[in-house]
């Protein structure tokens, strides 16, 4: 029972573990070299299919009559804004002063970090807290067109090479968006309201959505881990994205939870700021930005899932003091 209860507690941290001893026993073991390139397609095909599972599954439980906006969603969201105003006038002040490459870089992995959208797994985290599916539900669309509409205007500015024409972007990120959230939640309705017993069989199923999750997580850990491993740039450098990737979460999380309880919704609104769709971010930077950009969420992940995992294991400690 100890064990199993270890396993739920830090399931998050044994994924990311996971995922991280895999791909470096794949990638430093010359015998695996032939099966490495064999699964690695395999999965970058698998990834997507888990997020569309994680996110139906997570729909099917949603109550779609409250899916509605709440004060905190626009405070959440002033707040996401200003910090990238902020990020985004110092980056283009050190774009004409020499000997500031490194620097800029280091700001735009920080800015992708704030600028990505709240995470679609957010609101599995929250639900496992306790929190209001619906609310975080909500809130992730919002973030996710927030993100799509500041993208095309934020990145032409800062790396002036990137020839990024405001409706093709727009409209590109806008379809991606589309994939990731419209969709399983169309599934989902469908599932809901004319496949009942379908429907039934899969809310039955405790956890499910996020133990897809945690699978998920080892594919993008591994992911993660290898960019990192091959990313062209000095160790101080790579240190400096990681702690302020730290720094950015701690304090996005801190922030939103000071907003939240002004409304009652502590939970919610911290993981709506700190929880970042990462493998998300990672695309955008390596799309549009400098590649090495995207280690700053590709180390993201880790303290986003460190802080969650705290908050799953403090919330399922209370509930079983609760109950002696």
């Known amino acids: 029972m100890n064990i199993i209860r270890i396993i739920k507690d830090w399931t998050l941290p044994m994924a990311m573990t996971a995922g991280t001893v895999v791909y470096l026993i794949f990638a430093f073991t010359p015998a695996l070299d032939e099966a490495s390139r064999f699964f690695a397609p395999i999965m970058e095909t698998i990834l997507p299919v888990f997020m569309f599972l994680i996110l139906f599954v997570t729909f099917c439980k949603v109550d779609f009559k409250k899916l509605l906006p709440v004060a905190w969603h626009l405070w959440v969201g002033v707040f996401q804004v200003l910090f990238i105003g902020i990020l985004m006038a110092v980056i283009l002040m050190s774009l004409h002063r020499e000997g500031t490459t490194e620097i800029r870089l280091l700001l735009e992995a920080i800015l992708m970090c704030v600028i990505s959208p709240c995470a679609t797994a957010a609101a599995v985290v929250t639900q496992k807290l306790g929190g209001s599916l619906e609310q975080m539900t909500t809130y992730t669309f919002l973030s996710n067109f927030t993100t799509v509409l500041l993208v095309p205007f934020c990145f032409p500015l800062i790396e002036p ?62 992911t993660t881990v290898k960019n990192i491993v091959h990313a062209e740039a000095a160790i101080w450098l790579l240190l400096a994205i990681a702690f302020s990737g730290m720094v950015v979460c701690v304090v996005q999380f801190a922030v939103g939870r000071y907003i939240g309880h002004f409304f009652d919704h502590t939970q919610e609104a911290g993981q709506a700021l700190g929880q970042k769709n990462t493998a998300f971010a990672i695309w955008l930077s390596s799309a549009y930005l400098n590649p090495l950009s995207s280690v700053g969420p590709g180390c993201y992940i880790l303290w986003q899932n460190i802080i969650n995992s705290v908050e799953i294991w403090q919330k399922r400690k209370a509930t079983t003091t609760s109950f002696q």
């Open 161 to 222: 090479t990137v020839h990024m024409e405001f409706w093709p972007a727009f409209l590109k990120i806008l379809h991606e968006v589309f994939i990731v959230l419209i969709v399983p939640m169309f599934f989902a309705y469908i599932v809901k309201h004319y496949m009942k017993r379908l429907h039934a069989k899969i809310i039955a199923v405790r956890d499910l959505s996020y133990y897809l999750w945690a699978c998920s997580l080892l594919i993008v850990t591994g």
